[in-house]
């Protein structure tokens, strides 16, 4: 295998992936804590200050100088939900030397400034540049009411909140307007020193590098000696998850001046089966995963209700979406022919050969992952957060391993939890 | 096969033109575990009107026939679709229509060959009537709609309106749900028929190949085909002026949305001087409003830019311009900053040390195109299609000097040249 993990201090974890795969090495560094509403605004601020300035480097503009110089080296950072966990995120992602016209030692920098923009920021008056705290306030606001602007997220993420209303996974995450009023550069610089302290601390190495080397400057670096070891808090994802226990199906219709309605559907599952969340995937994989899936094939082929017609699977929550834009008239009829292909899979109704084509599906995708450096990063923090470890190679083995009757089994015990309808 | 080496990449290109006419791109990649190959056709969304080679009829088509043809392609005989039997096989499938191209690919790590197999007998095998015809119109007509609900989208094409007046730029990719009722299957074919021979096509695979063992199984799986002459496509002819240099629109948006574009009438027929001119563009629209920028600093800490604006050089012999686009709450002040940059830069000349950082910036930009066998088969093909390769942007990089980049400047980034579309929320 060509991954490695190596543990820094106690909840600070060091991985390199080794690959030749690519032109370019990528550095991420995650820190995880759990979802909560107190916390997920100020999570969403945090990162946008902190990509502002640092001690060494007080403005955005003389980071992207630097980055630049740097031939063009990207910095990005993000938020992201992944199961209960808000997941803080930071990439710098920069040429191999080996592409470079001239010769340069732009790792040693990297890592340099990663770790000096996540722990060194700027502060005055013990606290975030006010400045910045304040100009990123009033963007992340424009951010969360621009949620309404893409109409097919918007739809996703409104089905998502109703479905885990008052559960940590049905929290936006970007926030909320109203938490952000509350928040002041001092507190906000309060919270990050406690974050830091308690946050589990995750860094990803991924490209053609000897890892002697790049672990020695990541290990010497000064910000990362001074952090303490921690007992870090976070929400670790079970590979058997809980249950929501089965309920009348919540049915949410939302008006908005658009064209096209949005139907989005998610479905739950109360099975005990082993191995339920690959059994899960290929489910979903026949029902709606591609082109050759019952969803493709009877709302967008045989009816022609939908261009989009499709579901994706949540493994995290254990929870399958379903999505599809229609003409809105035809919300019933829609909603009546996705239920009959819900049927169908608890009725068996589906052949070996929709088993082999959703396995091939998965797989093939699987065996990409390595093809895309992110997505590599993105696998094996998955696991890290996951209370198993599964190799690409026994993920593989394990979605061939799926019966037909193991999926007419979890079919039985899928049920529609809600169902949402964005219209005009 | 001609063999094109870049020494900064360490890349290798293939290129052999067939007997057909027909020309094939290998670009091997031992390292990689994935396997692309995409097939193009010079047809897209701006060829509505053309001479056929061979019956020498002059043929006007209805919006959209190259995407709703494109969309067509996969439907057999049999009653199978090609994209089902692709997936079923565990490979990715898509297929595209741009303005000046259409393109039909797929993507794996097993069963290249019996994907090949269909990929290249479906391609190779249209097959339209009056009933799948009229069936793809209820689904296009959603596609339609869908984009017309994007406020990206439909940005972009008032934009188009802005800077042209004629031109079949302006075209949706695919058509209005009036212009593709009138789609026919004679239609089809005839635009099959023309289009679709070899002598117009080109096709890149990009993965673990050996050259000589690629060409021989592309070559065994093409239909014997007589090569045909040009196709003579009628466009209207080159507008010396913009169409207007302002229009807007209301949707439900957070916050407008704006593009500011540059229409470019230089003549752009000599390639190796374009790919120059596009290196030049993209360093100077970084400096323009790029991150680094002191006028993107001055709108960001405004809160006037949430971020970078997307900058694009759009072009085809057909039409060329700049867009610049993005989201703020006072989309004047975004353009009256480029422009009082772009004055700044024609008055005092580029920077020496910002001129080089930013050079730098856009050498390591092209680096990292090389990073998947997806983005490196598609790049091919794309500026193939414009008669470009794709190496150049390494090679010729070293050629755009800062006294070269200010010739550019003078003459592509003109007031007079220069519209603006806005997109804001409902009152």
Redesign the interface.
């Known amino acids: 295998m060509n991954y490695i993990k190596k543990e820094v201090k106690q909840g600070i974890n060091l991985h390199n992936i080794n690959t030749?795969?690519?032109?370019?090495n990528l550095y991420a560094v995650f820190l995880a804590t759990p979802l909560s509403r107190e916390n997920v605004t100020k999570n969403a601020l945090l990162t946008a200050v902190l990509r502002r300035g640092t001690k060494n480097i007080e403005?955005?503009?003389l980071i992207?100088?630097k980055?630049?110089?740097?031939?063009?080296?990207s910095f990005d950072c993000g938020i992201e939900k992944t199961g209960d966990n808000h997941i803080i995120k930071f990439y710098l992602?920069?040429?191999n030397e080996?592409?470079l016209?001239e010769k340069e030692e732009l790792d040693k920098k990297c890592i340099e400034l990663l770790f000096d923009i996540i722990l060194n920021p700027l502060v005055q008056n013990d606290g975030f540049k006010s400045?910045y705290v304040e100009?990123e306030k009033?963007?992340l606001k424009?951010?969360i009411?621009?949620?309404?602007?893409?109409?097919r997220t918007y739809s996703f993420e409104r089905c998502v909140e109703e479905m885990f209303k008052d559960e940590p996974y049905g929290l936006y995450k970007f926030g909320y307007v109203e938490d952000l009023e509350k928040i002041t550069p001092q507190n906000l610089y309060q919270y990050y020193k406690e974050l830091i302290k308690k946050c589990k601390i995750d860094i990803f190495v991924s490209g053609n590098l000897k890892d002697t080397d790049i672990n020695n400057l990541i290990e010497n670096n000064a910000e990362i000696k001074a952090l303490e070891a921690r007992k870090s808090e976070y929400v670790e994802n079970k590979e058997n998850s809980e249950k929501i226990p089965v309920r009348e199906e919540k049915v949410v219709e939302e008006k908005?001046?658009?064209?096209?309605g949005n139907l989005v559907i998610g479905l739950s599952s109360n099975s005990q089966i082993e191995n339920e969340k690959f059994v899960m995937s290929v489910y979903n994989a026949i029902l709606g995963g591609?082109?050759?899936s019952k969803l493709f094939?009877n709302v967008?082929?045989k009816n022609?209700?939908?261009?989009?017609a499709g579901s994706t699977f949540r493994r995290q929550k254990n929870t399958i979406f379903i999505r599809c834009?229609?003409?809105i008239e035809n919300y019933q009829k829609a909603l009546d022919t996705i239920k009959e292909q819900i049927e169908d899979m608890k009725n068996g109704n589906f052949t070996e050969?929709d088993m082999?084509?959703a396995k091939?599906?998965i797989?093939?995708?699987v065996?990409?992952i390595?093809?895309?450096?992110d997505t590599e990063i993105t696998y094996y923090y998955g696991q890290e957060l996951s209370d198993t470890f599964t190799t690409i190679d026994d993920y593989v083995t394990k979605i061939n391993n799926v019966t037909k009757s193991n999926i007419e089994e979890v079919a039985k015990e899928i049920w529609i939890n809600t169902v949402y309808f964005l219209r005009d | 096969m001609e063999i094109i080496e870049s020494l900064k990449l360490k890349e290798k290109e293939y290129i052999e033109k067939l007997d057909n006419g027909m020309t094939v791109i290998i670009i091997p990649k031992p390292e990689l575990d994935k396997k692309y190959v995409i097939w193009g056709t010079h047809f897209g969304s701006i060829d509505n009107r053309f001479i056929m080679p061979n019956s020498g009829e002059e043929v006007f088509i209805p919006d959209g026939v190259a995407h709703f043809l494109e969309h067509k392609m996969f439907e057999q005989p049999n009653g199978t679709n090609s994209l089902d039997t692709l997936m079923a096989l565990g490979l990715d499938a898509n297929a595209y229509t741009t303005n000046d191209h259409t393109a039909y690919l797929f993507e794996c790590t097993d069963n290249f060959y019996e994907g090949l197999d269909e990929f290249m007998d479906y391609v190779q095998h249209p097959y339209f009537t009056d009933e799948n015809v009229e069936k793809e119109k209820g689904i296009i007509a959603q596609e339609i709609k869908m984009y017309d609900d994007e406020p990206g989208w439909r940005l972009y094409m008032n934009t188009m309106d802005c800077m042209y007046k004629e031109n079949p730029i302006k075209i949706d990719i695919a058509g209005s749900v009036e212009s593709i009722s009138k789609i026919t299957p004679d239609v089809l074919y005839k635009c099959y028929n023309t289009f679709y021979n070899p002598s117009n096509m080109v096709m890149v695979v990009c993965g673990n190949f050996n050259p000589d063992n690629i060409l021989e199984e592309i070559k065994k799986r093409l239909l014997p085909h007589e090569k045909q002459g040009e196709i003579k496509r009628i466009y209207p002819s080159k507008e010396k002026e913009i169409n207007k240099p302002y229009n807007e629109m209301e949707m439900e948006v957070s916050l407008p949305l704006f593009a500011i574009g540059f229409k470019d009438m230089e003549d752009n027929r000599n390639k190796e001087e374009l790919v120059k001119k596009h290196i030049a563009i993209e360093i100077l629209l970084n400096m323009i409003i790029g991150k680094s920028s002191d006028g993107y600093k001055e709108l960001y800490e405004k809160g006037l830019l949430l971020a970078e604006p997307d900058m694009d050089y759009e072009f085809s012999d057909e039409y060329a311009h700049i867009v610049i686009s993005g989201q703020s709450q006072e989309p004047e002040k975004v353009k009256e900053k480029v422009e009082e940059s772009i004055n700044f830069f024609l008055e005092n000349g580029l920077d020496d040390e910002h001129f080089n950082r930013i050079r730098k910036k856009v050498y390591g930009d092209y680096v990292v195109e090389y990073n998947s066998v997806g983005d490196i088969a598609r790049m091919f093909l794309s500026d193939k299609m414009k008669g470009i390769n794709s190496f150049d942007y390494i090679e010729k990089y070293n050629e755009v000097t800062k006294e070269y980049t200010e010739t550019v400047l003078k003459n592509v980034f003109k007031k007079d040249n220069m519209v603006m579309s806005v997109i804001r929320g409902k009152k």
């Not at chain 1, 009411?145 to 109409?151: E, Q, S």
């Open positions: 030749n795969k690519f032109k370019t403005s955005q503009v992207s100088k980055l630049e110089e740097m031939y063009g080296a992602e920069t040429i080996a592409f016209p400045e100009s009033k963007k424009q951010i009411d621009g949620k309404i602007d893409n109409k908005m001046q658009v064209g096209q591609g082109a050759n094939q967008r082929e022609s209700l939908a261009y989009t834009g229609i003409e050969e082999e084509n091939k599906l797989v093939s995708s065996k990409g390595s093809s895309e450096q």
